[in-house]
């Protein structure tokens, strides 16, 4: 019963953590529209620039599963206070340094920002009931989808062209406080009734093997993708990741237990969250590159500067992708999460394939970007419902987590195909690429979006459906009644 008295109401507290989530998103994609202001000014080269977004990633998949696991087993405040308050200090690096090195630092540093989202569910199923929890996850989850949109329009808005780009790491540097400020205020601190220790070793050695197996994906492109060192760095990684999977079976308790990849369910939504991720950057980036080119020059392209493409372009499909997000909890609990992805793989569709057969006037650019960030809105609405419907409440954290590093692998599978295939069909170094490189991406996009639909329907088809629509939302309601109970219970005996 004090559990129930001491509940922090979900009107506050879920607007607060869809704001952090905001602020996690924004931290990843500043950077994307600053890469000629930042060689610019700091007289680097590309190669030098992609190592901002490249430690980010790397960053991000090291990280995320280890503050899952600690928001399954200590104080879930504390630890999204922790990885905000890292998030902070290289918000801060960025925001004064001169140097690369040191924003490379900054990078790293803010590439923490990716753990907030699972310690930020697991902080939702502990105090929402279960019949809110699924609209607050669809919100959230939402959030994360369409807020690196957002981070660019800011980004566009703030550094123009001849302007210092150290603004947008002061931007990031205040959000980062007010979510610290936020969290302290609304989300209660309690213990966790989760049992175990932090599998520090397994973290080390699944750390090692996603930085190897990431590495080539980032800087193949460069390297050359036969070279010895990409071809090393694979190679090295899936042996790590293998010894890795193998100490995980063999101990008590692993960092990631293993039937978070082996069980149907659970890695067909790892699978499709990597799939959607991969769409996301082929939406985002892709769009920015091709609106950015000039036409006189390419025979496409709207020659927008970086605000005019964040404002004109970018922006009406963040506003989209923030009404799918709104809207996302009542479809979810409506029609259930898999008939949600069904609809997010539609919107996918139309919207690159519209990209594909229309996009030389600036409104069907527009309208395929709101479709486009819709679906990816609505796809990572959907995750969460799903993979709570199969975990326990003490693996709320990592299940998330899981997922979290499936879709920055997608990102950067997806950032390295397209520069890839930028670069391999331009006809020159440095000259634009042509036309049907662009719609070979978008084509791509579309792919994405519906084989991460089959992906759910694969792995949820041994659901039983509990109403008459045939949706899972009554498996999903008493999955997390059980979770839900099961808090109550400890929290009481406590």
């Known amino acids: 019963m004090h559990r129930r008295s001491t509940r922090i109401p979900d009107s506050v507290l879920t607007p607060v953590l869809c704001f952090v989530i905001l602020v996690a998103s924004v931290q990843q994609t500043i950077i994307i529209p600053l890469s000629a202001e930042i060689g610019h000014q700091l007289d680097v080269g590309p190669t030098a620039i992609g190592w901002t977004l490249t430690s980010s990633f790397l960053a991000a998949a090291v990280t995320t599963p280890v503050a899952g696991r600690m928001a399954d087993l200590r104080r879930k405040r504390s630890v999204l206070l922790g990885v ?86 002061w931007l990031a540097t205040g959000m980062t406080l007010v979510a610290l400020v936020g969290v302290v205020a609304t989300v209660p601190s309690r213990p966790s009734p989760g049992l175990g220790r932090v599998d520090w070793v397994g973290a080390v050695l699944l750390g090692v093997g996603l930085v190897l197996a990431l590495l080539p994906l980032a800087e193949g492109g460069q390297w050359g993708w036969t070279s010895p060192n990409t071809l090393g760095c694979a190679i090295g990684g899936v042996v790590v990741l293998a010894g890795w999977f193998a100490f995980e079976r ?25 799939l959607v991720g991969a769409g996301m ?60 992805m069904l609809l997010a793989s539609a919107l996918g569709v ?32 959907a995750m969460p419902a799903l993979l709570v419907a199969e975990v326990e409440s003490d693996l709320t954290g990592v299940a998330n987590s899981v997922n979290s590093i499936a879709r920055t692998i997608g990102s950067s599978v997806g950032s390295a195909l397209l520069a ?27 792919g994405c979006a519906v084989a991460a639909t089959l992906l759910v329907y694969l792995g949820t088809a041994h659901r039983r459906t509990g109403d008459p629509d045939g949706t899972d939302q009554s498996a999903s309601l008493a999955s997390m009644s059980r979770a839900a109970s099961a808090v109550f219970g400890s929290q009481s005996t406590s």
């Open 350 to 381: 139309v919207g690159y394939g519209s990209m594909i057969l229309a996009h030389d006037q600036s409104w069907q650019v527009v309208g395929a970007s709101m479709f486009m960030c819709a679906f990816t809105s609505l796809s990572y609405a």
């Open 420 to 446: 890839t295939l930028l670069a391999a069909t331009a006809a020159t170094p440095g000259s634009a690429a042509p036309v049907h490189a662009y719609l070979i991406a978008f084509a791509t996009g579309a």
């Open 281 to 340: 950057f082929v939406n985002v980036t892709t769009l920015m590159y091709f609106v950015q080119t000039s036409r006189e020059a390419a025979g496409y392209g709207f020659d927008a500067n970086p605000m005019r493409a964040s404002v004109v372009f970018i922006l009406p499909g963040a506003t989209a992708g923030v009404v799918a997000s709104i809207c996302s909890g009542a479809l979810i609990t409506r029609l259930g999460a898999r008939r949600v």
């Open 250 to 274: 063999r101990i008590e308790v692993p960092l990631v237990p293993p039937a978070m990849l082996t069980r149907r369910a659970l890695l067909c939504t790892h699978l499709a969250g990597l």
């Open 84 to 169: 905000l308050g890292v998030v902070l200090v290289g918000s801060l690096i960025g925001a004064v340094t001169e140097s690369l090195t040191w924003l490379i630092v900054a990078r790293t540093l803010q590439g923490l920002s990716f753990a907030a989202f699972p310690v930020s569910i697991a902080i939702l199923r502990d105090e929402l009931t279960p019949r809110r929890l699924t609209s607050a996850m669809g919100v959230l989850s939402g959030t994360l989808g369409f807020g690196g949109a957002i981070g660019m329009v800011l980004t566009g808005l703030l550094v123009s062209e001849g302007t210092d780009y150290r603004r947008a790491f």
